[in-house]
């Protein structure tokens, strides 16, 4: 870790942290038994599980850089299949992964593709019904890492609530949660609910996006407590004592597992003056107090 400050209160809790999540990940991962990724099937990658879903259905794609079927990407994998794909939803960072944290992602139409990309990190976040009027059915097929904060799990209850108003069906292709091997944190107050905190459960949640979205249907999360038409793929070959590596950064500043472990923790002090290391080719792996040199 990189220290450019002086050790005051702040700064000695702050090293506590990251050594407790930086030790935590890397004895797990020398844990015996623990498997790579050669084994483990993603939904997506399940195309006879429901390919058969999607014929003769129109199709909506919620999807970003991570949404991979083998070495293509979900959309092409689908277009060529001849699935009626008639609009993707990018989430934050957008369709291609390419936006900093927090940058409002416009409305477009995506260059390789030619498919209307309508953004759910910008003016609104939720589908329109004027944007589902042409669909009927939603596929999601994003890859999460397991925290609270993270807001494609937002994203995904916002879509799957206009699918359970206008009646689409919604579809979660699962993959495994890189953090899905422990559960800490505090539950949310949902006194304190936000588009970074939506439903009251741990910061590191162990849930995959699948178990997450059959929690929220099952629980009556969604507004006036509807539920949707959800159908969830499952990942083949995997369980919550598998050490997963993410071949594909989710986000820009989560751009490898160093990042993914420590991240639930040290994201907390983004509201303090002290920086995470996001900017650097060290996000969330360095830090830096704007203290007395």
């Not at 259905?57 to 970003?64: L, P, Q, T």
Request: charged share 15%; hydrophobic share 40%.
């Amino acid at each position: 870790m990189l220290i450019l400050s002086p050790f005051p209160a702040l700064m000695f809790l702050l090293l506590l942290v990251g050594f407790r999540c930086d030790v935590r990940a890397q004895v797990l991962a020398m844990q015996p038994g623990r498997s790579s990724n050669t084994s483990i099937v993603t939904g997506a990658e399940r195309l006879e599980a429901y390919l058969h879903l999607l014929r003769d259905k129109r199709v909506a794609v919620i999807a970003n850089q991570t949404s991979r079927v083998g070495g293509s990407h979900l959309v092409d994998t689908l277009l060529k299949r001849g699935v009626a794909v008639q609009c993707v939803f990018a989430p934050e960072h957008g369709f291609r992964g390419q936006a900093g944290a927090g940058e409002k992602i416009e409305d477009g139409r995506d260059q390789r593709t030619g498919l209307p990309v309508y953004s759910l990190y910008g003016k609104t976040k939720k589908p329109s019904t004027a944007q589902l009027a042409q669909v009927d059915i939603i596929l999601f097929d994003i890859q999460d890492v397991g925290v609270r904060f993270y807001t494609y799990i937002s994203t995904m209850h916002y879509a799957m609530e206009a699918a359970a108003e206008q009646g689409k069906a919604f579809i979660v292709l699962d993959r495994p949660n890189p953090n899905g091997f422990y559960i800490d944190g505090p539950v949310l107050d949902t006194a304190y609910r936000s588009f970074v905190g939506m439903h009251p459960i741990p910061v590191v949640h162990g849930c995959t996006v699948g178990e997450l979205a059959g929690m929220i249907n099952g629980e009556k999360w969604l507004k006036r407590g509807l539920t949707c038409q959800l159908t969830v793929i499952p990942c083949e070959g995997y369980t919550h004592a598998e050490f997963y590596d993410l071949p594909v950064a989710p986000s820009p500043n989560l751009p490898n597992m160093a990042s993914v472990y420590l991240y639930p923790s040290l994201c907390f002090f983004e509201a303090t003056v002290v920086s995470v290391g996001r900017g650097t080719d060290q996000p969330f792996q360095c830090i830096g107090y704007p203290g007395n040199q």
